[in-house]
């Protein structure tokens, strides 16, 4: 066994304590794995290949997202999505999970991107005998995001509201369907911990 | 003054010595009194134990002249531990100074834990030697003797997750003030700290792809601090993969994918074998067949084995799962074509299955849950020199269809689709030039679909039940010995058992069952620097019992375009029917000059079915131009026996012979970096001798009947495939694959060639997996791949025969459907905790979802046709806890 102790001095004293310090990150309150949940407001627009069915279709959704902030500007998660939507004596259903990325563009502003699969499916509320339409497949949406935060600041990790603005288009093998989406979430970061955090050596090093 | 006493009670002297008293066996001096008798003259059960040493004053005389001695001395005592009597046996070596009276006067001072004998206190004689020794006067100016320090502050690291011992790594304690220590860990991950003043200390770890450990210990004063920190890596892989040494290169093409690689490639769900599939040379299977498509020769061209020896299935049903899990797999090695000696009976290609080389330095093992299916691992060390791992996996797509199907469905399981598959693997090493290892596993599959409604066309392909099931099993023991002086060999023996049921209701039942044993041995003997020898064997033994029976339904061939219906009833039935397969093969790697590696090679084979020996010659050329540039050619004869339906005297000709192939290739590698690597490589194939349908009539055994099959048919395949790769390296590993080729065939009896069923000419593939911070990592594969030929329908004609229409086709394999092209993609996230780790991943095939067309499907009459898909987007999620 090699045992090695060494008095150093004070310099090295400062030097132990900004050893890793290039690894680590000052606290913020996007940091850590998020969950967001809730609702939103869409506009959707259906249309089958051969255009015979053309439905514009205001409606509701609900929304969960979850994932971590990978680097300080990128994260990766996944989402899934559910909605319901009338128009002219139409009912129609979206549902859609995937992936997601986003990127921080500015402040607590972000960009999200999506990809998943998804099912767009509609039915006649005046004659139930006809047949759902409907269709399944590959499923994508971008939009931006923007955490306001109400927990207190110079912590990582938080409570946030988060307005969102989303464009979500299916195109499916007999229906294309784009959606235009407006809502709210709750959204709550994790924090990282403190081990990867840059902190005064009174919290860093807290047992 | 010191008077030092050196007391020797030695254990041996004092066993010799105590004893009941009585008749000394040494003799005392006259003067000695016999000590009393022991009660019962028992044994000695315990000897006395000195309780009260008394120091002798030291004779001051013998002090000035600086004398020192020893006196041994008789002492007698008593049952209560009292010195009765002592007498000196053997005064000192200097007389008249006063050693003997002073030893005297001490031990009759003495006090002793009584002996016993028999469990009660005896009286007992003892010898005993009294020292005395002078102590050494320091000298004046010397220092004081060293203080020796105390370890109050001892821990231990180990990697979070894996709990891997952390050497090396540096541990800072400090606190306010200035004072600040440091220690490394030791190969066990243990630092210590020595006199720490009590108190509060910061302490900080850290090293090279770590995060940072920080805390506060309180070190109290007396008192021994231990702890024992998790210490976490930035970036985790799935497998430790220990690479020894990279295996030299001398084949033509050898794709090797390590462990390492496989876990998070898109589209193959984790499993090992299922990642050949990506690499140039193999062509895109079906969807759903999993078949190993070699440089456009049909599956059954290539062989399967793990560690040389041949298996009979590598996937289960739906082929997303190989019967050998990732976790005991080393690598794959992959040989397209021009493979060495050391393998046979395939003109295709060769897969080859390594195994770990089982080294667990603790426990470990995962427990895997699929959407599809679950599986356990573990391994542990046994001793020093063995380990063993056992492994088991199961599906539960049988839970799930019983669950989701209705009782008024058409279609019902009365057993629904279900495998596992199970393993143990061992290996011990009885010394350093020896190692034996043993893998045993095995895989049962079985479904069977009921048909509760009749569907449109021929009613002699109308079945109500569809019935299959596989089992098999080997037990493979490899002894691998290296004595040295350039010589080593490996002996492998494997047992087994193979089934195989169908049934396909009135049409069609099979079953076969088969022991087999296999024996390997592969000697190598480096005679020189330029010149190695390798011999070995390679034979193996079947017993098989097969009842087969279909009604006018004949098994499908190359080239069909629908399924072969004929007016015969062929049975056939074996029973305890021994088949043998030996063979050998010599190889020679001879370096004429430094960078010139040339290796002729011979196998001869015997092939029981068609009573053939057979010689195949093989010559592999490898040229290093440069470090980074090798040249590569090779040339060499292959044969392969027929299918057991082809030679089998109901279903088919049992007068056919081997099918045989001539292998070319040349090519380069060039490695523009270390961890990049272009590999680009020509091929020709031509084939004869191959089997093909006939409609001849011929005379056998006196009677007329259908020859059915001939050795008439004739096939090349020629192209060139590129591989660009970049391993495992800074995070990141993948490979861009390209092949180019045309493989055709010339049936019996026909003057112009045709496309085989499995000629593409484009097939590429991109692939890449990058590893994220925060223990994510991404990988994505895109292929591209030309449609595959078919045989064109061009309308259908009533036959009032079969109540249907039958199909007019035109040119056999004329046609191509549409381009494959797909994007698969996976992310997996891992979560780390102190002992365990969680990884989940996606992985989402076709995610574009792209209508890929597999086939065609017609209506009744043939008039009209759509396209049958493969698989639509499909996400697969997963999770694994390792340990």
Redesign the interface.
Known sequence: ??????????A??GA??V??AA??VPPAPRQGYYISVGGAGVMGRAQDDKRHLTLEYPGATLSMHFG????ERFG?G?HMEYGVAKAERRQAGLAG???EGQAVLVDTLALRLE???GYFQTVNLDDKSEPSRGT???YYGAGLTYDLFFTKPGRSGGWAVTPGLYVKYL?G?RYRTVVLWAGLELSWWSGLP???LELP?DQ???? | MTTLAAITLGLAGALAAAQPAGPAPKAPPPAAQPAPEPPDEAPITKLPVLEKFVEAPYPERARAEKLEATVVLDIDVDETGKVEQAQVVQPSASPGYGFEEAALAAVAQFVFEPAEAGGKPVPVRITYKYGFTLAKAPPPDAPPPPRVPVVNFEGRLVERGTRAALAGLRV?V?RDG?E?????S???G?????DLAAGAW???V?ADGY???????TVVAGERLEAKYHV?R?SYNPYDVLVEAMRPRKEVTRRTIEVAEIESIPGSFGDAVSVVTNMPSVARSPAGTGELIVRGSSPEDTRIAVGGIDIPLMYHFGNMRSVVPTAVIDSIDFYPGNFSPYYGRAMGGYLDVRLKHLEPEKANGYLDLTVIDSSLYAATPVGDDAAVAVGLRRSYLDFVLDAVIPSDSPTSFSTAPRYYDMQVLGSWRPSRTQRVEAFFFGADDRMVVVSKTPSDGDSRLKSSTIGIGTKFYRGIVNHTWTPGNGFENEAGIALGYDGVIQDLGSQFKMDFTQTVMQLRDRARLTVSDRLTLVAGVDSLVANADATVRSMGFAPPQEGDTQPVITDRIMTTQISGKWFYYPAGYVEAEWKPVDDLLVMPGLRVDYFDWTNELTADPRLTVRWTLSDRLVAKAGVGMFHQEPTADQVDVGFGNPALKTERALHYSAGAEYRPLPHVSIDVTGFYKDMWNMVGRSDAMITRDGKLVPEVYNNGAKGRVYGADVLVRHELFENFFGWIAYTLSRSERRDPGSPSWRLFDYDQTHIFTALASYK???N?E?GLRWRYVTGKPYTPIEGGVFDSNIDAYAPTTGKVNSARMGSFNQLD?R?D?RWVYDGWMLNAY?D?QN???R?NPEAYGYNFDYSKKEVVAGL??L?IFGLRAEF
């Open positions: 066994m090699r045992l090695t102790t060494l008095a150093i001095l004070a090295t004293l132990a304590r050893a890793a690894d680590l971590q902030l990978i680097t990766a996944l999970m995937g992936f990809a998943g699969v399944g497949g590959a195109p093998h403190h081990q990867a050596p860093a090093f807290a047992p | 800072t400090f200035g600040a220590f440091e220690a490394l030791d190969a066990q243990v630092f210590r700290f020595v910061k302490v900080q850290e995060y940072p450990f920080r805390t506060t210990e976490e930035t994220l911070p925060r994510w991404v993609l992310i996230k996606v989402m995610t574009y979802n209508e639509p987007i996400p």
